[in-house]
C-alpha cells in the first residue's frame, strides 16, 4: 500500500505540473476497486464458470459486452451510473475483475449480480452480488466532496475493456455532482461511465465520485463553456447507498 501511495503521489505532482498524466494498463491494475460492468451474451447459469480468453479472439461479444465501469465499495456490493444497466435485466448484468483488460487478460474472474437497486435521477445503480469478491480490494466512500481546483484520478474500462487512469481537475460542480475536464485518451470514451473518481486523504485512496456524462457546462461568467465530465458525487449519496445495501442485504432475500 505504501508502494502504491508513493506512485499516486509522484503521478499526483506529475498531474499538478503537465496538467494530465495517464496510467498505462499495468499501472491501473493496482488500483482498489475498479472493475467491468459487462452484458452477458452466454446462459446466465455458466457464467461464473466461464473460462475468459487469455487472448483476442473472433466473436467475443458472443459471451459479453463491455458496457460500463463499477467500483467495489462492499465486498458484495458495486456501484456504477444507472444509464449503463437501465435496459438490462438483473440476470443479464455481470461483473468482470482482477485485471486490467477484460478481452486479453486471463487472470480476470467474473461475478454476478442478484440485485440491482436503481437511482434514476442521481445516475447511481447499486449492484448486489451473489457473493463477496475475493482478491480486489473495497474502496470506502469520501464523506466529503473534491474542492474546485483539486486533482483527482479518473478510472475507466472503455468499450474496448482496457483498464486507464488519467488525472483530471475539479472545475465546477452543483450540490449533487461536479465536473472535471477528464478526456479519456483525448477523448469522450464510452464505457467509462461509473468508473471511480479517487480522492487521496492521507495515506489511502478514497473514491468521491462515478463518471456520469460528457457534457458542455458554462463557465461562472454565463458566456463562455468547457467540455467535462460530470461526475455523480458520492459524498452526498453515502445515505441513500448504505440504507439501501442494509434494506436488500437480508439473509431472507438469500434463500
Known amino acids: 500500500m505504501k508502494n502504491l501511495l508513493f506512485i499516486l503521489l509522484a503521478i499526483f505532482v506529475f498531474g499538478c505540473t503537465a496538467h494530465k498524466a495517464t496510467w ?20 446466465p447459469y455458466y457464467w461464473d464458470e466461464l473460462k475468459l480468453p487469455s487472448r483476442p479472439f473472433e466473436g467475443y461479444f458472443e459471451r459479453y459486452r463491455t458496457k460500463c465501469t463499477g467500483v467495489l465499495v462492499r465486498p458484495d456490493a458495486v456501484i456504477t451510473a444507472e444509464h449503463c444497466v437501465d435496459d438490462l ?45 475475493k482478491g480486489i480490494k473495497v474502496v470506502p466512500i469520501s464523506t466529503s466532496r473534491p474542492k474546485e481546483g483539486q486533482y483527482l484520478l479518473i478510472a475507466g474500462f472503455g468499450r474496448k475493456g482496457m483498464l486507464v487512469a488519467e488525472f483530471a481537475q475539479v472545475w465546477t460542480g452543483s450540490p449533487l455532482s461536479y465536473v472535471t475536464d477528464y478526456r479519456f485518451k483525448t477523448k469522450p470514451e464510452k464505457g467509462d461511465s461509473g468508473g471511480p473518481a479517487y480522492i487521496i ?42 440504507q439501501q445495501y442494509y434494506r436488500f442485504n437480508t439473509v431472507a432475500l438469500r434463500e
Open 24 to 43: 498505462t494498463p499495468m499501472q491501473s491494475k493496482s488500483l482498489p476497486g475498479v472493475l467491468a460492468v459487462v452484458e452477458k451474451r452466454v446462459n
Open 89 to 133: 435485466e438483473t440476470y443479464k448484468v455481470g461483473i468482470i475483475y482482477g485485471c486490467s483488460d477484460v478481452y486479453m487478460d486471463s487472470n480476470c474472474k467474473t461475478s454476478s449480480v442478484r440485485l440491482i437497486v436503481r437511482n434514476s435521477s442521481a445516475d447511481i445503480a447499486l449492484l448486489l452480488l451473489n457473493n463477496q469478491l
Open 201 to 242: 486523504n492521507g495515506n489511502k485512496l478514497l473514491v468521491s465520485g462515478i463518471t456520469s456524462e460528457f457534457k458542455k457546462v458554462h463557465k461562472a461568467s454565463g458566456k463562455d463553456y468547457f467540455s467535462g465530465f460530470v461526475h455523480v458525487d458520492l459524498s452526498y449519496h453515502k445515505k441513500w447507498i448504505d
